[in-house]
């Protein structure tokens, strides 16, 4: 069964940093790869970044380029979205994403609200 768990989303203030993580079980990680979405309160669904599933390519939203930095570590099977300059517009429910064999499958997301 494929689960993804997110971890790391809290309140932080304006310009602060997060890192969100998101450990991945019940399929060859290694062999997929892997997204971040976030759905801020009224609004779509959005793509944020995504990693090939050897990290030698990286998508980020217009959004976020230049502050948020995804990556992997395939040995430990989890996904990792580094986020600095934090902007209140950031403010978003966090999921981790991959699509195998046809399917999507999302984790139960983390929130993130950045607020002073």
């Known amino acids: 069964e494929v689960q993804l768990v997110e971890s790391g989303g809290e309140l932080v203030q304006p310009g602060g940093s997060l890192r969100l993580s998101c450990a991945a079980s019940g399929f060859t990680f290694s062999s997929y790869a892997m997204s971040w979405y976030r759905q801020a309160p009224g609004k779509e669904r959005e793509l944020v970044a995504s990693i090939s599933r050897l990290a030698d390519n990286t998508n980020y939203a217009d959004s976020v380029k230049g502050r948020f930095t995804i990556s992997r570590d395939n040995a430990k099977a989890t996904v990792y979205l580094q986020m600095n300059s934090l902007k209140p517009e950031d403010t978003a429910v966090y999921y981790c994403?991959?699509?195998?064999?046809?399917?999507?499958?999302w984790g139960q997301g983390t929130q993130v609200t950045v607020s002073s």
């Open positions: 994403y991959v699509r195998r064999l046809g399917r999507d499958y």
